[in-house]
């Protein structure tokens, strides 16, 4: 029996990854849990037949972030002097962000409840999100006196705006999710019982298309944040040119002229 603090299932082409440490509402900043996400990360990136990731939390909440108990007793990832403490950020947490950003796979958030701090975060790490109507959202850090220390502060202005991202972060406060659908932070919100087949309904619409398209295509949006157009051309032009010759793209070009489904194998 696994002991993984993430749950990892598969139907066809599309993974569902569980948060599930229900008991302690799925934090994220244990070791195991690190460990379980950058692994599982660098296994689908090898692995062409995973084409959408569906991440949720078990329980009532998607994430609670750090383990405030654990902050509280000065214990694992908080219990270091401040030199020590900045490493063990880098080689611990800060995992996540770094593993998510490289991830190759496009992950849909499905947030089920609370997603508080590092857990608000790592929605944001997420390429596309949805949300049941019992979902909040906090980028809560100054009401425990510390800051996003997990990349918050380069997902969220991302995710929503900068200024919305300011008043989330300078205040503390909850979003909830009628707000965060006005705002943009999510696309869609259900009831709870529909929260997952929405989830799956939109990542199998992902997992339809040509796996290298898709993943240079959410490879090419990421590198456009931080490039000049110049840039963003140029690594267009090569990676359209890769896309070209690919037998997928030819299998849709068929297909569209035969007005037919088509059948791509990702090669």
Request: glycine share 8%; hydrophobic share 45%.
């Amino acid at each position: 029996m696994s002991t993984s603090p993430l749950r990892v299932e598969r139907v066809n082409a599309i993974e569902t990854w569980t948060l599930d440490l229900p008991e302690q509402r799925n934090p994220i900043s244990g070791d195991d849990m690190i460990e379980a996400i950058a692994t599982n990360v660098d296994r689908v990136n090898r692995d062409l037949g995973v084409r959408a990731i569906i991440l949720t939390g078990a329980g009532t909440a998607f994430s609670s972030g750090g383990n405030v108990k654990d902050m509280a007793d000065g214990i694992g990832l908080f219990g270091h002097p401040p030199a020590q403490q900045r490493t063990a950020y880098r080689d611990g947490i800060q995992r996540i962000p770094r593993a998510l950003h490289a991830c190759e796979v496009p992950l849909i958030a499905a947030v089920n409840g609370p997603a508080v701090g590092a857990g608000c975060d790592l929605a944001m790490m997420c390429d596309l999100r949805i949300a049941s109507t019992s979902a909040f959202f906090a980028e809560s850090f100054v009401k425990l006196g510390i800051i996003p220390g997990d990349g918050g502060a380069f997902f969220l202005p991302r995710a929503v705006g900068a200024a919305r991202a300011a008043e989330m972060a300078l205040t503390g406060d909850r979003v909830d999710a009628a707000t965060a659908l006005d705002w943009g932070l999510v696309s869609q919100v259900t009831e709870p019982e529909e929260l997952i087949s929405a989830a799956r309904r939109l990542a199998d619409r992902v997992a339809a298309n040509p796996p290298h398209a898709v993943r240079m295509t959410k490879k090419l949006l990421r590198e456009a944040q931080g490039r000049s157009l110049d840039g963003v051309l140029e690594l267009s032009a090569a990676y359209q040119a890769i896309a070209h010759q690919t037998r997928d793209h030819h299998e849709a070009v068929a297909a569209m002229i035969e007005k037919r489904d088509p059948r791509f194998v990702g090669m």
